[in-house]
């Protein structure tokens, strides 16, 4: 069992930055897949970012360039550094991970593990 959770969301102006931190547990496997999503209101889930076990990274091509996901083992941190912030960029942000090799990384159905989400407004 793999416990996430956010901190870091907030109200910010369009074009400021906000960095979102998620805390895993240190028993956590570092072969764990991790992953950021967001739920925009009134659409579903979309995946942001995912980093492996190996530290590949894969960024949904419409938000890479402006956020930068990182994974520190040593601090069991998963980071979220999100720049050029627009109104659009406004939701919940969940942290994810799966201990199964994920074929479609960035969809949600990939992912057995969610923190509680953190608010981010951008007006």
């Known amino acids: 069992h793999v416990q996430l959770v956010e901190s870091g969301g907030g109200s910010v102006q369009a074009g400021e930055s906000l960095r979102l931190n998620c805390a895993f547990d240190?028993?956590?496997?570092?072969?764990?897949?991790m992953a950021w999503f967001r739920q925009v209101p009134g659409k579903a889930r979309e995946g942001v970012a995912s980093?492996?076990?190996?530290?590949?990274?894969l960024y949904a091509t419409s938000l890479k360039g402006r956020f930068t996901i990182t994974k520190d083992n040593a601090r069991n941190w998963l980071d979220l550094q999100m720049d050029s912030l627009k109104p659009e960029d406004t939701g919940i942000y969940f942290c994810?991970?799966?201990?199964?090799?994920?074929?479609?990384?960035?969809?949600?159905?990939?992912?057995?593990?969610w923190g509680q989400g953190t608010q981010v407004t951008v007006s």
């Open positions: 994810a991970a799966t201990s199964t090799i994920a074929t479609l990384p960035l969809r949600r159905y990939e992912y057995g593990y």
């Open positions: 980093v492996a076990g190996d530290g590949s990274v």
């Open positions: 240190a028993y956590t496997p570092t072969s764990v897949r």
